[in-house]
C-alpha cells in the first residue's frame, strides 16, 4: 500500500478514535441524566469503534491483507477488540432487521429496549438472572421481556450478547495516541 494512503487512513482512524473516545467520556454523563442521550452516545460509539475496524481489516475483514500496512503502522494485533465490536455496530446499523427475526420468534412479547441498570442496582442480581449465554451480570431476569440494548456496569448487551467497554476504550485511546505520535512523527520529516 502506498505509504500516502497509510497515512490517510490513519489520520481517519485517528478522528473516529477521538470521536469514540469523546462519545465513552459523555456516556458517563449522560447515564446520569438522560436515556436518549446515553443510547445516542452508545450508537455513536458503536459507530466510530465500527469506521475503525472496516479502516482496519475492511467491512466483514474483507481488506485484511490490504490493510495490513494500517495495522502494522498503528501497532494494532489481529486480535484487537475493535474487530468484534463492529458486530454490536452492525447490530445497532441493522436494527431494523433485528427486529423483525425477534418478532418472528417471539410475537407479542413486550419489547423493552434502551436500557441500563446502575451498579447499585446490578449487585442485587444473581447468576440466575443473566441473560443466556453470558457470563456477566444482566437486567433482571423474571420480567416477561425481550432486552434489546441494555447497559450494566461497563457491558452493553445486545439480545444476548455481551459487547464489554473497558477493552474499547483501552484501544480506541490507545490508537488516539498512536496516531498524535505519528502525526508528529511524520511532521519531523517534512
Same mark, same amino acid.
Request: aromatic letters at 10%.
Given at each position: 500500500?502506498?505509504?500516502?494512503?497509510?497515512?490517510?487512513?490513519?489520520?481517519?482512524? #485517528?478522528?473516529? %478514535?477521538?470521536?469514540?473516545?469523546? $462519545?465513552?467520556? *459523555?456516556?458517563?454523563? !449522560?447515564?446520569?441524566?438522560? &436515556?436518549?442521550?446515553f443510547?445516542?452516545?452508545?450508537?455513536?460509539?458503536?459507530?466510530?469503534? #465500527?469506521?475503525? %475496524?472496516?479502516?482496519?481489516?475492511? $467491512?466483514?475483514? *474483507?481488506?485484511?491483507? !490490504?490493510?495490513?500496512?494500517? &495495522?502494522?503502522?498503528?501497532?494494532?494485533?489481529?486480535?484487537?477488540?475493535?474487530?468484534?465490536?463492529?458486530?454490536?455496530?452492525?447490530?445497532?446499523?441493522?436494527?431494523?432487521?433485528r427486529?423483525?427475526?425477534?418478532?418472528?420468534?417471539?410475537p407479542?412479547?413486550?419489547?423493552?429496549?434502551?436500557?441500563?441498570?446502575?451498579?447499585?442496582?446490578?449487585?442485587?442480581?444473581?447468576?440466575?438472572?443473566w441473560?443466556?449465554?453470558?457470563?456477566?451480570?444482566?437486567?433482571?431476569?423474571?420480567?416477561?421481556d425481550?432486552?434489546?440494548?441494555?447497559?450494566?456496569?461497563?457491558?452493553?448487551?445486545?439480545?444476548?450478547?455481551?459487547?464489554?467497554?473497558?477493552?474499547?476504550?483501552?484501544?480506541?485511546?490507545?490508537?488516539?495516541?498512536?496516531?498524535?505520535?505519528?502525526?508528529?512523527?511524520?511532521?519531523?520529516?517534512?
Amino acid at each position: 500500500m502506498d505509504r500516502e494512503l497509510v497515512r490517510v487512513y490513519v489520520r481517519h482512524v #485517528g478522528h473516529q %478514535a477521538r470521536i469514540g473516545v469523546r $462519545a465513552l467520556s *459523555r456516556m458517563e454523563k !449522560e447515564e446520569q441524566r438522560s &436515556r436518549d442521550g446515553f443510547w445516542g452516545e452508545v450508537q455513536t460509539l458503536a459507530v466510530a469503534s #465500527g469506521n475503525v %475496524a472496516k479502516a482496519l481489516w475492511g $467491512a466483514g475483514g *474483507r481488506r485484511a491483507e !490490504e490493510r495490513a500496512p494500517v &495495522r502494522l503502522a498503528l501497532q494494532v494485533s489481529d486480535d484487537s477488540a475493535l474487530q468484534t465490536f463492529s458486530d454490536f455496530r452492525n447490530d445497532i446499523e441493522h436494527l431494523d432487521d433485528r427486529i423483525r427475526q425477534w418478532w418472528d420468534k417471539e410475537p407479542h412479547r413486550p419489547f423493552m429496549d434502551q436500557r441500563y441498570w446502575h451498579p447499585s442496582m446490578s449487585k442485587k442480581l444473581a447468576p440466575s438472572d443473566w441473560l443466556p449465554d453470558s457470563e456477566g451480570p444482566s437486567p433482571p431476569a423474571g420480567e416477561d421481556d425481550t432486552y434489546f440494548r441494555v447497559y450494566v456496569r461497563g457491558i452493553v448487551f445486545f439480545w444476548g450478547v455481551e459487547y464489554p467497554l473497558l477493552p474499547i476504550a483501552h484501544e480506541l485511546d490507545r490508537l488516539r495516541v498512536r496516531v498524535a505520535e505519528l502525526e508528529r512523527e511524520w511532521q519531523g520529516h517534512r
